[in-house]
């Protein structure tokens, strides 16, 4: 079983529409959760970033990690055009390296 | 000018060639990585290094080799590149010493054709 399992896609939405990415992981020593984004042929970037249960908003981004189910997911509201891309989900204990998703490939369609 | 950087962007070989894939970073980081990318797969992470004497095998080190030339570069060679070694491949650093979180930047990759 892999350490870090993450919904496949692709995912097409239409504009406006709120996406939901989804990570499923293993090990209940992982204490932080990062969501990186890829746009096309260019390296990922962090996006957002999280150590406990509950969310975390930035702007039309919600991070919700939910440690009891080992499960963590990412909202995106209102979604536009230029949030097409490839999100990953990385997965991490203090001290330790990162541990990454496969990524899931988002279109949003105008 | 981009903290992390790589040499080539591009790279077309035929199989049985030495290729050397370079990176650079001016983030001042420890930690860096080599990772390759095929559709489908993910990341799958190659080796890493953690300072300039420690070198450690990834997921998929066979056929790879690397080179920490320095604290600010990593170098990654296929000894003898086979088609199957087509992908994009990127690099990637993280943290200061000592620091608990492993939050990752990365390059923006290599984009690899073994013939």
């Known amino acids: 079983q892999k350490e870090v399992e993450q919904d496949p896609g692709p995912l097409s939405v239409p504009e406006g529409a709120i996406v939901s990415l989804n990570c499923t992981y293993s090990n209940s020593a992982f204490q932080y959760f990062m969501w990186y984004r890829q746009y096309s042929r260019k390296g990922p970037e962090l996006l957002m970033y999280t150590y406990s249960s509950g969310n975390k908003e930035d702007g039309r981004f919600t991070a919700q990690v939910d440690k009891s189910s080992k499960y963590i997911s990412l909202f995106i509201r209102d979604s536009q055009p230029s949030d097409s891309a490839t999100y990953l989900c990385?997965?991490?204990?203090?001290?330790?390296?990162?541990?990454f998703g496969e990524g899931t490939q988002l279109t949003v369609n105008p | 000018d981009a903290d992390v950087t790589q040499t080539p962007r591009n790279r077309i070989t035929k199989t049985g060639k030495r290729i050397m894939l370079e990176c650079s970073q001016t983030k001042g980081h420890d930690r860096m990585y080599w990772y390759r990318q095929d559709p489908g797969l993910g990341l799958r992470l190659i080796y890493y290094s953690f300072d300039v004497k420690d070198i450690n095998k990834g997921e998929i080190s066979d056929g790879y080799s690397v080179s920490r030339q320095a604290q600010a570069k990593f170098s990654l060679s296929l000894e003898s590149a086979i088609p199957n070694q087509t992908a994009l491949y990127f690099c990637?650093?993280?943290?200061?010493?000592?620091?608990?979180?492993?939050?990752?930047?990365f390059g923006p990759g290599t984009r690899l054709t073994v013939l």
């Open positions: 990637a650093t993280s943290v200061e010493r000592g620091a608990a979180v492993d939050t990752q930047y």
């Open positions: 990385a997965i991490g204990t203090s001290g330790s390296r990162l541990t």
